[in-house]
């Protein structure tokens, strides 16, 4: 005997589309965005909060789209990191080489853009808070820092020596 989910009709605002979708109830924002949507951006990494490789913004903040139901999403401004396609953050990770793989880099990029946007002037101990809710395993997070600082446009301490 086959259990037969019930799906539910949701309309999502994502990168400044509206998006419809017959999802389930227990569906993460994760899993609508890549399996009914194709945005593949966010990318399942812990699956639980952890790791960040799954951030997108909301609302203009950041937030780990994994532990996030769809229909929690409904009625919200969702951005993905294809969403911000040549943006500056994404700039600044390619000119500092700040990423290896890259399978975590999505998610630091919408993770820095929620930074710069709610805190334009931030401080080493604010980027450094920042940063924290991410997780890269390939590479140093001089780079990362590197790419933030860049987007700031302030220099970093290493400019000093």
């Not at 309309?11 to 609508?32: C, E, F, G, S």
């Not at 911000?84 to 975590?104: D, H, W």
């Not at 140093?140 to 020596?161: M, N, P």
Request: glycine share 8%; proline share 4%.
């Amino acid at each position: 005997m086959s259990m037969k989910y019930n799906r539910i009709p949701v309309t999502l605002k994502v990168n400044r589309q509206t998006k419809n979708a017959d999802i389930r109830t227990a569906d993460t924002l994760l899993d609508v965005l890549r399996e009914n949507f194709g945005l593949t951006g966010s990318k399942p990494g812990c699956l639980n909060g952890d790791c960040g490789s799954c951030t997108v913004l909301i609302d203009g903040c950041p937030m780990k789209s994994c532990i996030m139901l769809g229909l929690e999403a409904a009625g919200r401004e969702i951005v993905t990191v294809e969403g911000l396609r040549g943006s500056p953050v994404q700039r600044a990770f390619i000119e500092n080489n700040a990423f290896q793989c890259g399978y975590c880099t999505p998610g630091f990029i919408m993770n820095i853009e929620g930074l710069i946007r709610k805190h334009p002037d931030a401080d080493d101990a604010v980027i450094e808070e920042w940063l924290q809710s991410n997780i890269c395993r390939c590479t140093s997070y001089q780079e990362i820092k590197a790419a933030v600082y860049a987007v700031l446009g302030k220099e970093t301490r290493e400019d000093h020596k």
